[in-house]
């Protein structure tokens, strides 16, 4: 018997072998390049930068997360970080709600795909294009404030600031959150909201008690999207923010490129992962990885 039959029969006869041989090569990809990757991070968090040479001192100290934690300065950033990512998310779940609801429950079958490209559309263009479109709108001598002189109001002055930032991440990262609440609110039963009607209960009522629980796994699993994606980023911030709008991963790039403190930069680097590992299990709890 051919080899090849002969595997063929061993991977029809057990498929758990043929699942493991189909998932080795991306499992393999996995470890040696993402996990390896984190572990050589966390480990390098403990070493030191020689004051004289510059160069890194392997070893097992708290150094670091001790200039981390006594600092105030770094509380700030992490703080500021965290919460423009927070103000995101909840804006961008305000936003996609009722767009994402048009498109799953009253959009039909033209409307619809004309909406879904009109999510994707900036996904189209560069980001960067994205970023430097919105610092032109929002300089001081931009569009808004242009438009604003021409309406005789005041101007707007939000330009290279916090404001910029989390409007500039809202745009940036809506479509994530459109687009799983969408799966989500698409397949929820049509017999369900008329049942529901049927009971008595208006629509509000419907839309609190069975649309909401039944969108919220979607609702989740963009969060998990647009927290990560602004967590994480320090193009925005360095391109419209201001003085002192730094973000984790401004400082991150700081000490990699210019200070040359790789083993400092790879401990607050660690901040952003226990934040997403926390924000993961809670998200788990929810149910969102099951609108994935």
């Given at each position: 018997m051919p080899v090849?039959?002969?595997l063929?029969g061993?991977l029809?006869?057990?498929?758990?072998?043929?699942?493991?041989?189909?998932?080795?090569?991306?499992?393999?990809?996995?470890?040696?390049?993402y996990?390896?990757?984190?572990?050589?991070?966390?480990i390098?968090s403990?070493?030191?930068?020689?004051?004289?040479s510059?160069?890194?001192?392997?070893?097992?100290?708290?150094?670091?997360?001790?200039?981390?934690?006594?600092?105030?300065?770094?509380g700030?950033?992490?703080?500021?970080t965290?919460?423009?990512?927070?103000?995101?998310?909840?804006?961008d779940?305000?936003?996609a709600?009722?767009?994402a609801?048009?498109m799953?429950?009253y959009?039909g079958?033209r409307?619809?795909?004309?909406?879904?490209a009109?999510v994707?559309l900036?996904l189209?263009?560069?980001?960067?294009a994205?970023?430097?479109a919105?610092?032109?709108?929002l300089?001081h001598?931009?569009a808004?404030?242009w438009?604003?002189?021409g309406?005789?109001?005041?101007?707007?002055s939000?330009?290279?600031s916090?404001?910029?930032?989390?409007?500039?991440?809202?745009?940036?990262?809506l479509p994530?959150m459109?687009?799983?609440?969408?799966a989500?609110?698409?397949?929820?039963?049509?017999s369900l909201?008329?049942?529901?009607?049927?009971?008595?209960?208006a629509?509000?009522?419907?839309f609190?008690?069975?649309?909401?629980?039944?969108?919220?796994p979607?609702?989740?699993?963009?969060?998990i999207?647009?927290?990560s994606?602004?967590?994480?980023?320090?193009i925005?911030?360095?391109l419209?923010?201001?003085?002192?709008?730094?973000?984790?991963?401004?400082?991150?790039?700081?000490?990699?490129?210019?200070?040359?403190?790789i083993?400092?930069?790879?401990?607050?680097?660690v901040?952003?992962?226990?934040?997403?590992?926390g924000y993961?299990?809670i998200?788990?709890?929810?149910?969102a990885f099951?609108?994935?």
């Open positions: 090849s039959a002969s063929t061993l029809w006869r057990r498929p758990a072998l043929r699942v493991a041989a189909l998932i080795s090569l991306p499992a393999v990809w996995f470890v040696l390049f996990l390896a990757a984190l572990a050589a991070m966390f390098s403990f070493h030191t930068v020689d004051e004289l510059g160069e890194i001192q392997p070893g097992w100290t708290l150094d670091n997360f001790r200039q981390l934690l006594g600092d105030w300065t770094y700030r950033i992490a703080l500021r965290i919460g423009i990512a927070a103000a995101v998310t909840l804006t779940g305000l936003l709600w009722p767009f609801y048009v799953a429950r959009a079958p409307l619809r795909p004309a909406l879904m009109l994707m900036p189209w263009s560069s980001y960067l994205r970023v430097y919105w610092r032109l709108i300089a001598d931009g808004l404030n438009l604003l002189h309406l005789g109001l005041p101007a707007a939000i330009g290279y916090n404001w910029a930032m989390w409007i500039v991440f809202t745009y940036l990262w994530f459109i687009l799983p609440l969408f989500s609110l698409e397949r929820i039963p049509p909201l008329e049942a529901s009607s049927d009971l008595g209960a629509g509000w009522r419907t609190r008690r069975v649309i909401v629980p039944l969108a919220m979607g609702l989740v699993a963009g969060s999207f647009t927290f994606l602004t967590l994480g980023d320090y925005t911030p360095l419209v923010g201001g003085p002192g709008s730094d973000f984790i991963g401004n400082v991150v790039y700081a000490n990699v490129g210019v200070s040359n403190n083993p400092f930069a790879a401990a607050f680097a901040l952003p992962l226990l934040v997403m590992a993961l299990l998200a788990r709890k929810l149910g099951d609108a994935l």
